[in-house]
């Protein structure tokens, strides 16, 4: 078994808002016998570093003084070493994978199907769902084992969760000639609050460090975690690990 966790970066950019934006949504695939490794080390440095409370990619900007933030009293030096530690975690871990998709607001929105955020959504929610499919595949393949996974999305509100997990549900549902068939995906769409959960609260850090490669051109934490990024047996990251919504007149950067 198989857990993607997977986190937003940011919020969808309203239609006509004018501006380049770009929304990420991030996944970290985690296999079950490796989760409670994971779950230790974090605790553990947690414990070490004495930070008490959940982590959260905004909390590491500089000058973030926020009350909830625990390392309001931090220079950045420390938050900087401790972000390190959290991706360590991660790619320390051979077995995990990330894969995610980043949208282009502007590009999407000239689409006759996207008209909404909830649209916008969705349509970058989708193709992270199809590279969990295609990684169980593959993993199925090279054990000789029918491999299975179930994804957890962070708790974003009753209305939110309720029509994601409609949108999922049709999905899965409808997958066929046009779509992927999610032949190794467990039960519907789970939900978790961040604070609870592990897997959110790494994959919060992920999504961040992918969207502010993407949106800023800096690299600098994308570049820890692109080892733990799914690719090609050649080594390609764009279409593989990270999906573009729309591909077609895509204006920015592409991460490879």
């Not at 689409?111 to 169980?136: A, C, I, M, W």
């Not at 997958?175 to 609260?201: C, D, M, R, W």
Request: aromatic share 12%.
């Amino acid at each position: 078994m198989h857990l993607l966790f997977i986190d937003e970066s940011g919020t969808p950019p309203k239609p006509h808002d004018g501006r380049q934006a770009y929304f990420v949504i991030a996944g970290l695939v985690i296999p079950e016998d490796r989760w409670q490794g994971m779950s230790d080390k974090l605790s553990g440095l947690k414990l070490r570093e004495h930070y008490r409370g959940e982590v959260k990619w905004r909390f590491f900007a500089p000058n973030n003084q926020c009350d909830d933030n625990p390392m309001r009293e931090w220079e950045q030096d420390r938050r900087n070493r401790f972000r390190n530690d959290i991706f360590s975690i991660i790619t320390e871990t051979k077995s995990c994978r990330i894969i995610a998709c980043a949208s282009e607001a502007m590009a999407a929105y000239v689409l006759g199907n996207v008209n909404t955020q909830s649209d916008l959504y969705f349509r970058t929610y989708k193709p992270v769902t199809e590279r969990f499919q295609y990684l169980l595949q593959d993993i199925t393949r090279a054990s000789g084992r029918d491999t299975f996974g179930m994804i957890v999305a962070d708790h974003r509100g009753k209305g939110d969760d309720d029509s994601m997990r409609h949108q999922h549900e049709r999905l899965i549902r409808e997958s066929g000639q046009y779509t992927s068939q999610y032949k190794n995906f467990i039960e519907g769409l789970f939900f978790a609050p961040s604070h609870l959960s592990v897997g959110i609260q790494l994959v919060d850090m992920i999504a961040g460090a992918i969207w502010r490669a993407q949106a800023h051109n800096d690299r600098t934490w994308y570049d820890k975690i692109r080892p733990s990024i799914r690719s090609s047996p050649t080594g390609r990251i764009d279409g593989f690990g990270i999906a573009r919504f729309p591909k077609a007149d895509w204006n920015g950067a592409v991460l490879d």
